[in-house]
């Protein structure tokens, strides 16, 4: 079992900054595929990036690409979300996952943990 914790989310203006961290606790995440996904009010769950076990493939979603960076850190156990350049549509709860196998998925069907996410609200 994994317990995945978020944490990092705020209030920022828009065009600031935020750095989310998840970090992972019960077992190793190293040899996980990680990702992040989020979540606005009255809309569907949605992929933001993802990155696979050895952190050397990476993907995102069309809307943060660039603005966006997903990071691991396997000595810490923990996967973080560079935020940069925010926009008032990035405003929803961020949660990160786990998923048991190497590669990278988008959709959050694939991912076998998640935490109880951080909520990012951006002003415009």
């Known amino acids: 079992q994994v317990q995945l914790v978020e944490s990092g989310g705020g209030l920022v203006q828009a065009g600031g900054s935020l750095r989310l961290s998840c970090v992972a606790s019960?077992?190793?995440?190293?040899?996980?595929?990680m990702g992040w996904f989020r979540q606005a009010a009255g809309k569907e769950r949605e992929f933001v990036a993802a990155l696979n076990w050895k952190g050397s493939n990476s993907y995102y979603a069309d809307s943060v690409k660039g603005r966006f960076t997903i990071i691991r850190d396997n000595t810490k156990n923990t996967l973080y979300l560079q935020m940069d350049n925010l926009k008032p549509e990035d405003t929803a709860v961020y949660y990160c996952?786990?998923?048991?196998?190497?590669?990278?998925?988008?959709?959050?069907?694939?991912?076998?943990?998640w935490g109880q996410g951080t909520q990012v609200t951006v002003s415009s």
């Open positions: 996952a786990a998923d048991s196998a190497i590669t990278a998925a988008t959709t959050p069907d694939e991912y076998d943990y």
């Open positions: 019960g077992r190793t995440i190293s040899n996980d595929a």
